[in-house]
């Protein structure tokens, strides 16, 4: 994505803030709404153009249907002031979100319910104008998906509300662990903006690129401000975390990769921003869905309930209890906690074979109520726990301090056959950014610090392994003095049972000796007694002295 794009789009979100729309997921939002409505009216021209073509044959319904044509973005764009902002409140919005229910359901859903909350008329058409002069169609699926990911970035400097993304060096390594592929049916039960559901779309269609390409975690704009190439960069600096992306040449089937999406958020704003988000990417079929996955009456249909998935993923909300009536009765854990019945939802929903990745707080991994401690022994006896990786603290500052973990495991396709035997840990010290400095609302880049690539390099071999050898060395073992600290180390089923299923890290790190002296004991033993007699000719000496002004 080019500068003067960027320009444009902080031009918009700078114009929105002064017009008085100051939360960032309420700005995107109105802009998702605007680029949706463009994006429709230039795929009517191109199904106009093709019905034309086929003399009125072949799949070339209208959105926009004879008297309704005065909806689209190419009729009303040219209006202004109050008549401008009235129609697309009073008209435009409520067609889309009521008329097209039964033609194009994806379409209805996205606006069911959306209000138009740029209310300055001028601030409205400055925004319109600035995208009118974009011409989506023409623009590739990453320039395309550049953009919003770039909106989203506004989310990365505020938490309002409590919504913030998970960084992208994190949800990276997290997609690389479980790894998706085509066929594979993707969930996201708590899914936000649709960040790991965009990167597992990723992770695919690189594997089904002729020519991926190699980006930093920091984006393809960070090597134009060093003025380097990729090569120059990770010459430099050798841990440097990347991920691959790519055009999907390869893909077989892009309908199936489409229809393998699935996402699920308790916000209606996020299902939106999550949806176009998707759509700007080339995903517009993705099941995508506002519901509350812990509860009863949370929107989940039978359908949804029964279905499991070969792929999750998730960063879900740490905080909260729900009162014990809502609770899904099929969840694996009595708790009232968001965090354990985020887990046993995820746990309840994993196909056999498939695999999961999710962000847990600290606390969940040694907790003593009864409920921690079941809900652990059922990940650890009657699942296959492949990894637990401690992140640093910093990672999801400034909105949170809470010390985090990734638990990385997969459903047994039977119960009777174990082939892990141990649980591996991995303590990521450094993520790529500071871990105590705020600047500009985020953390500064440290790229010559960041743990993750060797993670994921200790990963592949263990992978490679068939899980059977575990990277590093095993819980107890006492490392010679002057060794290394050791970032990786495993404990064995029986250790982690014996332990209470506790699965903090820490508990099981294996301790560096320390080096034996080798000076003479008798020397040693003749410098303290010479230490205590000067301590005790001082104390002899102060005594006199406090006697003689008495």
Not at 221 to 233: E, F, G, N, P, T
Not at 432 to 457: A, F, S, V
Request: aromatic share 8%; with cysteine; hydrophobic share 40%.
């Amino acid at each position: 994505m080019d500068l003067e794009l960027r320009r444009k789009l902080d031009g918009l979100t700078d114009t929105l803030w002064a017009g008085g729309i100051t939360n960032p997921v309420t700005y995107i939002e109105q802009i998702s709404y605007l680029i949706y409505l463009k994006l429709l009216d230039e795929e009517e021209s191109q199904r106009e153009l093709r019905a034309r073509l086929m003399g009125g044959n072949g799949n070339a319904t209208l959105l926009f249907p004879q008297q309704a044509e005065r909806y689209r973005w190419s009729k009303w764009r040219f209006k202004s002031g109050i008549d401008l902002r009235d129609f697309l409140r009073d008209e435009v919005f409520p067609y889309m979100g009521n008329s097209l229910v039964k033609d194009e359901p994806r379409v209805a859903e996205y606006f069911r319910d959306a209000v138009l909350e740029i209310t300055d008329p001028n601030v409205l058409k400055t925004v319109i104008d600035e995208l009118d002069s974009l011409e989506l169609s023409k623009l590739g699926q990453d320039i395309k998906g550049d953009i919003f990911e770039y909106l989203l970035t506004h989310l990365g400097q505020s938490a309002l509300n409590g919504q913030f993304r998970t960084p992208r060096q994190i949800r990276a390594f997290m997609v690389e662990m479980v790894d998706p592929d085509l066929g594979d049916t993707i969930c996201d039960l708590a899914m936000g903006t649709g960040g790991f559901i965009i990167d597992s779309v990723d992770y695919i269609l690189a594997k089904y690129s002729e020519k991926p390409i190699e980006v930093p975690i920091y984006g393809e704009d960070w090597l134009d401000k060093r003025a380097q190439s990729l090569a120059a960069a990770k010459q430099e600096i050798p841990n440097l975390q990347t991920y691959r992306k790519g055009n999907g040449d390869r893909l077989p089937d892009w309908k199936l990769l489409e229809q393998s999406i699935y996402g699920f958020d308790v916000s209606r704003q996020m299902m939106r921003i999550a949806m176009m988000n998707l759509v700007l990417h080339g995903i517009r079929n993705a099941k995508i869905k506002q519901a509350n996955v812990l509860s009863e009456l949370g929107g989940l249909t039978e359908d949804d309930l029964r279905r499991r998935y070969k792929v999750m993923l998730a960063n879900p909300p740490f905080a909260g209890t729900l009162p014990k009536d809502s609770i899904r009765e099929d969840l694996p854990t009595k708790s009232k906690k968001s965090e354990l019945l985020f887990l046993a939802a995820m746990m309840n929903s994993l196909a056999p074979g498939g695999r999961c990745a999710v962000v847990v707080p600290e606390g969940l991994l040694f907790g003593s109520t009864g409920a921690h401690v079941d809900l652990r022994r059922q990940l650890v006896m009657d699942f296959e726990l492949l990894a637990v990786v401690s992140l640093p603290a910093g990672v999801f500052k400034p909105y949170t301090g809470v010390k985090t973990a990734v638990l990385v495991f997969r459903k047994l396709p039977d119960v009777t056959v174990r082939r892990v035997n141990q649980v591996w840990f991995y303590e990521v010290r450094n993520d790529g950014y500071d871990p105590d400095k705020i600047t500009g609302g985020g953390r500064p880049e440290t790229p010559d610090l960041n743990d993750i690539p060797r993670l994921l390099q200790q990963w592949r071999v263990y992978r490679e392994s068939g899980f059977a050898e575990p990277p590093g060395v095993e819980t107890g073992t006492l490392l010679q003095p002057g060794s290394e600290d050791p970032c990786s180390w495993w404990a064995s089923l029986a250790a982690v049972a014996q332990n209470d299923y506790n699965l903090a890290a820490g508990r099981y790190k294996p301790q560096v000796t320390e080096a034996v002296s080798e000076d003479d004991p008798v020397e040693l033993i003749r410098e303290v007694l010479q230490l205590e007699r000067e301590i005790a000719a001082g104390l002899e000496k102060l005594l006199r002295d406090v006697e003689g002004v008495g």
